[in-house]
Nanobody, 120 residues
Framework: APLVESGGDAAQPGGSLTLSCRIS????????MAWFRQAPGKEREAVSC????????YYADSVKGRFTMSRDNAKSTLNLQMNGLTPEDTAIYYC??????????????WGQGIQITVSS
């Protein structure tokens, strides 16, 4: 698979986790990257997006100030540092690569998804 997520796990409220997405067999530097998540019974939503140059970012209001996304073009890796986790962050998180910035498109390349569970 061209996108493989890692770092998923369980955390307590207020805890931290770091997700990573390793991209292979794709020209990572030309793709906009994003993290999406889907909670049970909810639609998939964009959590954070970063342009291919890394000069434009988006964060959902619900994660602003708590989550930080970064990309390392040299290592073809996308990271999501998640601090101050709450139970509302519980979801399956997906890494996505696409030519449209911050788009939930079927044309994107998608990771397999990784579960994050926040509970006490």
């Amino acid at each position: 698979a061209p996108l493989v997520e890692s770092g998923g796990d369980a955390a307590q409220p207020g805890g931290s986790l770091t997700l990573s997405c390793r991209i292979s067999r794709l020209p990572f530097v030309v793709y906009h990257m994003a993290w999406f998540r889907q909670a049970p019974g909810k639609e998939r939503e964009a959590v954070s997006c970063i342009s291919w140059r890394g000069d434009t970012t988006y964060y959902a209001d619900s994660v602003k100030g708590r989550f930080t996304m970064s990309r390392d073009n040299a290592k073809s890796t996308l990271n999501l540092q998640m601090n101050g986790l709450t139970p509302e962050d519980t979801a399956i998180y997906y890494c996505a690569a696409g030519t449209a910035y911050c788009s939930d498109s079927t044309d994107n390349f998608w990771g397999q998804g990784i579960q994050i569970t926040v509970s006490s």
